[in-house]
């Protein structure tokens, strides 16, 4: 048994061996050396205070494997990629992986060569899983994203009601539950729906004092970020509600000489994600522009802006992407541009979204009925999924049958890929049987085998491009010969850029249309709820923001933040040295940035702008030119 300052340095050591870091942040030692010593805890991070880190780093340290179970395939993968990179074994079993391939994780497992082991929450009632873990050392469970388990929480899971009764089987294993967003009503409910016994809490204050809150009621929001680019060369983020926004303003900024920003969504390839976020992590004045698809898992220090084109649907979402801002304690920038008529479209469009219960039930009998699926039967491969057939069909828009199908794959009924992945293809022809086939397709067929390894073996991932380049073949009659060969049932082939979907559990229409429908019915008034609440933030003219973000996470006696559109309104002359002085100097004459700099000598640069851009935003000064400022009379 190492004393204390024993296993502090030991920390110590493994931090700066594997991460680099010299020392740890606010309370990351602590939870770390209480997980190590066997007790249960809970820890209230927010965004940017290092949450991975408190279960990967004991989970190297400890003998065994820690299981991970965390709602977000995508931030599971990435996590895993970032640990790998690392040095260190980390693995995840999710529904994409076949039986071979989860056989081989669990094998790494109980031979002790994994050290963090990603899952689902849904995976803990998979009987196989079940079956198999109890094989593996397990040296403690962390729960990230515990605010799921709350019916009252951001992005409720019922699923994570399974982890009490799996918890059951492990008694003596200890916990650590992780979350960047809780409330105190969802607090308790994460402490009792977790069994979490002798409990450690950690909880940080939500406030973020280097963040400056900007909401503001604006028209011509491209031409705001414009100006705001213009003046501001470091990195940030900008977030939008749809990939299509994300592109138009990505063009409209490249249109007008912004070589520096690009968009990320949920459509990109793997390989081009992964491109656009090290160039985006390694930049100090590149700029993302992004659906909510990106940010989970990243940490980049020098963020000094993040701007939302349009409000967030919740105020756990929102606080927890203007958190990836300044987390290096400098001064930053947190926008949100709105209007009202876009409001109201946006309650427009929640409530389109959702489907009534004649609806619901219209489209899931023809997405059940599309892929012929009779009642308690469960099909093996994954289907190209066609949207619009299941749209004409239910007579129900586009918007309502893909909020169903988000809502099945989350309760994990089914795997609803939207988002490109890499393309794969079996043979269902032994080798020495292609002789048999039409001409036709036996040519073809070999062709595929010269040139495709590993076909020959089983199922294989591949890049229809690449193959067509070499080949010189066009690539949609590429994918259209395959389509045949297919059909005449000679290779099994999914295309990786088409939306498509598995079925996990059979098909039981009194579940779907009882039990489910009920439960999709309450997490539909859970999203209007949490709008509701949003519009309040966005629109009110009363109330310091930080404030409010702080009341509504349980901290009832914060401070007004002095920085927020807000507080900068209301503040009385002289509350500001540095404000009165750059005012001041602009009453004298028209100044540029530099002169300000130049007479203002004791400020840095970054400072006097940040100062700048608010009084801007304030409308207290205005730019006579794209370098100087005057007072605005």
């Known amino acids: 048994m190492k004393t204390e300052v024993q296993l502090s340095q030991l920390l110590h050591e493994q931090l700066q061996r594997f991460w680099g870091y010299s020392e740890f942040r606010e309370d990351q030692e602590a939870i770390i050396t209480s997980v190590i010593n066997g007790k249960d805890a809970l820890a209230l991070l927010p965004t940017g205070g290092g949450k991975s880190l408190c279960y990967q780093l004991p989970a190297i340290i400890l003998e065994g494997t820690c299981l991970v179970i965390s709602p977000l395939l995508a931030l599971i993968k990435d996590q895993v990629d970032?640990?790998?990179?690392?040095?260190?074994?980390?693995?995840?079993?999710?529904?994409?992986?076949?039986?071979?391939?989860?056989?081989?994780?669990?094998?790494?497992c109980i031979e002790g060569f994994t050290k963090v082991l990603y899952v689902s929450p849904e995976r803990l009632k998979n009987q196989e899983f079940l079956r198999r873990i109890p094989e593996i050392n397990i040296s403690f469970i962390a729960v990230d994203e515990a605010h799921c388990i709350s019916e009252w929480g951001q992005d409720f899971r019922p699923s994570y009601q399974n982890i009490k009764f799996f918890r059951e089987e492990f008694k003596k294993v200890p916990m650590l539950a992780l979350t960047a967003t809780a409330t105190p009503e969802v607090v308790e409910e994460i402490v009792t729906k977790l069994s979490l016994k002798k409990i450690n809490i950690f909880k940080q204050s939500f406030e973020r004092d280097n963040l400056n809150i900007i909401c503001q009621n604006i028209t011509d929001k491209y031409q705001k970020i414009k100006d705001f680019l213009s003046q501001n060369k470091t990195a940030g983020i900008i977030y939008t509600r749809t990939r299509k926004e994300a592109e138009d303003l990505t063009y409209f900024l490249k249109n007008s000489?912004?070589?520096?920003?690009?968009?990320?969504?949920?459509?990109l390839s793997r390989q081009d994600k992964e491109r656009l976020q090290k160039q985006w992590q390694n930049s100090h004045s590149r700029v993302l522009i992004s659906t909510n698809a990106f940010g989970m898992g990243i940490d980049?220090?020098?963020?000094?802006?993040?701007?939302?084109?349009?409000?967030?649907?919740?105020?756990?979402?929102?606080?927890?992407?203007?958190?990836?801002?300044?987390?290096?304690?400098?001064?930053?920038?947190?926008?949100?541009?709105?209007n009202q008529q876009e409001l109201n479209e946006f309650d427009a469009i929640l409530k389109n979204q959702i489907p009534s219960k004649e609806e619901y039930q219209s489209i899931l009998r023809y997405l059940y009925s599309i892929y012929q699926i009779a009642e308690h039967d469960l099909p093996e491969p994954m289907f190209t999924l066609k949207l619009d057939r299941i749209k004409s069909l239910s007579k129900a828009s586009r918007a309502k049958i893909v909020n169903v199908l988000n809502f099945l794959h989350n309760q994990e009924l089914i795997y609803y890929k939207n988002s490109w992945s890499p393309?794969?293809?079996?043979s269902l022809v032994n080798g020495q049987d292609i002789e048999l086939l039409p001409s036709k397709d036996a040519h073809f067929l070999e062709l595929l085998f010269r040139n495709i390894a590993g076909l020959a073996s089983g199922k294989v991932h591949f890049s229809e491009r690449a193959f067509c380049e070499k080949n010189h073949f066009d690539i949609k009659l590429f994918r259209e010969r395959l389509e045949d060969l297919q059909k005449a049932g000679h290779i099994q082939y999914f295309d990786g850029a088409n939306h498509a979907i598995r079925?996990?559990?059979?098909?039981?229409?009194?579940?779907?249309?009882?039990?489910?429908w009920k439960l999709f019915s309450e997490i539909?008034?859970?999203?209007?709820q949490k709008w509701k609440q949003m519009k309040f933030y966005v629109t009110t003219q009363d109330y310091c923001r930080m404030k409010l973000v702080l009341r509504y996470f349980g901290e009832k006696n914060a401070d007004e933040c002095g920085k927020c559109d807000y507080c900068q309104k209301k503040a009385p002359a002289g509350s500001n040295s540095l404000t009165n002085d750059i005012l001041l100097?602009?009453?004298?004459?028209?100044?540029?940035?530099?002169?300000?700099?130049?007479?203002?000598?004791?400020?840095?640069?970054?400072?006097i702008l940040e100062i700048l851009i608010f009084?801007?935003?304030?409308?207290?000064?205005?730019?006579?030119?794209?370098?100087?400022?005057t007072i605005n009379s």
């Open 524 to 528: 539909q008034e859970n999203k209007l």
């Open 615 to 629: 009084l801007l935003d304030l409308r207290r000064i205005k730019m006579l030119n794209y370098k100087t400022y």
């Open 257 to 267: 000489g912004f070589d520096n920003v690009n968009f990320y969504h949920a459509g």
């Open 585 to 607: 100097q602009l009453t004298y004459q028209p100044r540029t940035l530099n002169e300000l700099v130049a007479i203002l000598k004791i400020h840095s640069r970054e400072t």
């Open 300 to 338: 980049k220090d020098n963020v000094r802006f993040i701007m939302h084109l349009s409000p967030s649907s919740s105020i756990e979402n929102y606080y927890q992407e203007i958190g990836r801002a300044g987390r290096d304690g400098e001064e930053s920038i947190a926008y949100l541009f709105w």
């Open 423 to 426: 393309s794969s293809i079996e």
């Open 82 to 108: 970032a640990l790998e990179n690392l040095g260190i074994e980390a693995e995840f079993i999710s529904s994409e992986l076949d039986d071979g391939e989860v056989e081989e994780v669990f094998n790494r």
């Open 503 to 516: 079925f996990l559990k059979p098909r039981d229409e009194n579940r779907l249309f009882g039990y489910y």
